[in-house]
Structures are given as structure tokens and as C-alpha cells.
């Protein structure tokens, strides 16, 4: 295949594996029987799509981006809010910010990037937040990244355990050595220096990943996308019916802070975003509804 032809290829599986985990999520939303919020309406996602016109206007950071996406936003009964977003966009990074990318000096700051991007804030403080991604970027170069973690509010010794197993197993598929490497980048990049504290419990990590050719590296990056749906739904069902207490709820909104300040001060993500022109809601659909600080 040419450069193109894998572009579209990876394209169109981030494309559908943003409509399979929208039809999961919103079957969970179905699926609720217990809980403080069982009587409300099972939530549906708000497909927003967006675009940015062709040109060679830089925008405020020196970057030119072209291309668009689909913001797909759910706020229901489990999930209190929810995004899977969807982009597919290219152009030219500003000279500053080619320094940062492998490859883009090389081709006068030259881009492609398509993935996915997923974070859920959930309505029980006993249901663990989720962020995933997977993602390919082009330069004068081309390598996937993403991963996935978990941050739960209250740690369950089977939730963390089922995490990693399925991780490990999609990881031990193409190398052994890809869970210990991927889950020790996740703890060292998913930590707050100024609290010292992680995010979370975890999970993989992997950028820049070109290592044994682009078939199989696609298909680890497939796999990771697919375990991720096989795993977190199940997590979500084990405890999403239970009732909460309002001290329980409390400590949710000021764990989120930390979601907040990580995404904010440390995300490469949103620098990435932000620095290329990128649609601002759907950088920051990250965030979580409602927050508090102590």
C-alpha cells in the first residue's frame, strides 16, 4: 500500500471503532436498573461534526490545519459525560512547534494525523473514569500511538486486575516485552509531579510506535481498541447499579481536580491540539462537567 492507501485504511477502522464503543456505551445507558439515577432517560450521543476550511492562514500558534471530525458527546445516567471524538486533520506545524515532532523538520513542518480520543466522567463515584486513544501521525515519517487508563475513585482489586490482564494480553499478542515497556511509560506519564501522586492505576502508554512494520503495528493498535472495548463496559456493569452516598460523591468531584490539572498542565494531547489549531471543544471535551477543589 502507498502512504495514502494506509492513511485511509487507518482512518476508516478509527471511524468505526468510534461508532462501535458510542453503540456499547449507550446500551450500558440502557441497561441501568439500580442506582440514584435509574429513573432518568437512558442518554444518547450529540454527534457534532466539524471542519476547518481549506487555506494557508496560520492560526494563532504559526500552524495551517486543514481537515475536520466528529465530537460525539453523551451525557446520561451512567455516564455523566462522555466523549468520543473522531479526527482526521493535516497541514503544516509552525516552525517552533516541527522542533517537537519527529520527523516534521525534515518536511517543512508537513502533518497527517487521524485517531480516536475517548474520556468518560461517570454519574457513580463507585465507576472508574476511562480515558483511551489510538492514533496515527504522519511527517516525513509515520508511527501509532495511544493507550488507555483507569481512574477510579474507590480502587476495586477486580477492576484493576481485569484492566491490566486484558492490556497485558492484547499487548503479549505482538510482544512480550510491550506490557512492561507501554504500562511503565503509562505510570511515568499519567503522574502529577506537583501532587506526587498518579492520575490513577493506570494501564499502557506507546507513541512513536514504528517497530515492525506498519501492518503490525496497525494491528496492535486495533488490538488495543478492541480490548478496550471488551473490558470497560464490563467494568461500568459491575457496579454502576449500586447506590452512593452523598460523602462518596463528594470525594468524586474533588478526585476530578485531578483530572483537570494533569489534562491542563501535562497532556501532550491537548499541547498537540491546541498548538495546531485544532477544535477547541473537542480538545478540552476531557474535562468533566463538574469538579471541585478543596
Known amino acids: 500500500m502507498t502512504l495514502d492507501e494506509k492513511k ?16 456499547a456505551f449507550e446500551t450500558l445507558e440502557d441497561q441501568l436498573a439500580g442506582g440514584p439515577k435509574a429513573d432518568l432517560p437512558a442518554g444518547r450521543f450529540e454527534k457534532s461534526p466539524w471542519e476547518r476550511p ?12 486543514q481537515g475536520g471530525g ?30 517537537k515532532i519527529p520527523g516534521a523538520s525534515e518536511n517543512g513542518g508537513a502533518f497527517w494525523a487521524c485517531g480516536i480520543s475517548l474520556v468518560a466522567h461517570m454519574q457513580s463515584p463507585l465507576v472508574p473514569a476511562v480515558h483511551m486513544n489510538t492514533r496515527m501521525i504522519a511527517t516525513s515519517k509515520a508511527w501509532f500511538g495511544g493507550g488507555a487508563d483507569l481512574t477510579p475513585m474507590f480502587e476495586r482489586a477486580e477492576d484493576t486486575s481485569d484492566f491490566h490482564a486484558a492490556f497485558k ?12 515497556e507501554f504500562k511503565d511509560w503509562c505510570d511515568r506519564y499519567f503522574y502529577l509531579p506537583h501532587r506526587g ?19 503490525d503495528d496497525f494491528a496492535f493498535t486495533r488490538d488495543v481498541g478492541e480490548v478496550f472495548l471488551s473490558v470497560y463496559p464490563q467494568i ?18 474533588v478526585r476530578r481536580g ?15 491540539g491546541l498548538k495546531t489549531g485544532g477544535n477547541a471543544e473537542a480538545i478540552l471535551m476531557s474535562m468533566p462537567p463538574v469538579v471541585k477543589w478543596p
Open 258 to 272: 485531578r483530572y483537570v490539572e494533569f489534562n491542563l498542565l501535562y497532556d501532550r494531547g491537548t499541547e498537540f
Open 197 to 215: 501522586e498518579p492520575r490513577g492505576i493506570g494501564g499502557i502508554f506507546y507513541d512513536y510506535l514504528d517497530r515492525k512494520g506498519w501492518d
Open 8 to 23: 485511509e485504511k487507518a482512518a476508516a477502522w478509527f471511524r468505526d471503532l468510534q461508532a462501535r464503543i458510542c453503540g
Open 236 to 253: 461500568v456493569g459491575r457496579a454502576m447499579n449500586a447506590d452512593w452516598t452523598d460523602e462518596e460523591r463528594e470525594y468524586q468531584l
Open 169 to 180: 494480553g492484547a499487548c503479549d499478542k505482538h510482544d512480550p516485552d510491550y506490557y512492561p
Open 54 to 65: 481549506q487555506g494557508d492562514t496560520p492560526n494563532t500558534s504559526g500552524s495551517v490545519l
Open 70 to 99: 466528529t465530537m460525539c458527546v453523551m451525557r446520561g445516567r451512567v455516564f455523566e459525560k462522555v466523549g468520543v471524538n473522531f479526527s482526521k486533520v493535516y497541514g503544516t506545524f509552525s516552525e517552533e512547534f516541527a522542533k
